[in-house]
């Protein structure tokens, strides 16, 4: 039987350009995130991409649905709240790697 799509369903996509030697640090800490947010409310589900690019450095995706966008708004004042107690500052981390990032919350095109 074919699931029903959910048009409130949204997908947070990041796509992040790591330097070689950042790589190992910022695996560390997405997999501490991706553990942290699939104990949030309204997270369905998540997936991770990564490719090596030509010169070594790597393009890796993140795509984390949740049920609606208010799950998504709360989501981060969730993690901004962990991230303030844990004394952990991603943008600085993103900074001192020399890390790119592109983040966009996405709806399914259900056409």
Do not use: C
């Not at 796509?15 to 995130?33: D, G, M, V, W």
């Not at 699939?38 to 890796?60: K, M, N, Q, S």
């Not at 993690?79 to 844990?86: F, G, H, K």
């Amino acid at each position: 039987m074919e699931q029903q799509p959910n048009h409130d369903q949204v997908a947070f996509i990041s796509k992040y350009l790591i330097p070689a030697a950042s790589k190992e640090t910022f695996l560390e800490r997405q997999h501490i995130a991706r553990a942290y947010i699939h104990t949030l409310p309204g997270f369905i589900r998540d997936h991770a991409y990564e490719r090596v690019t030509e010169t070594g450095d790597t393009e890796y995706i993140t795509l984390a649905t949740w049920v609606n966008e208010e799950a998504v708004h709360n989501a981060r004042e969730l993690v901004q709240a962990e991230n303030l107690r844990t004394g952990f500052n991603r943008a600085e981390m993103l900074q001192k790697l020399n890390i790119r990032m592109e983040p966009g919350l996405f709806r399914e095109d259900l056409a």
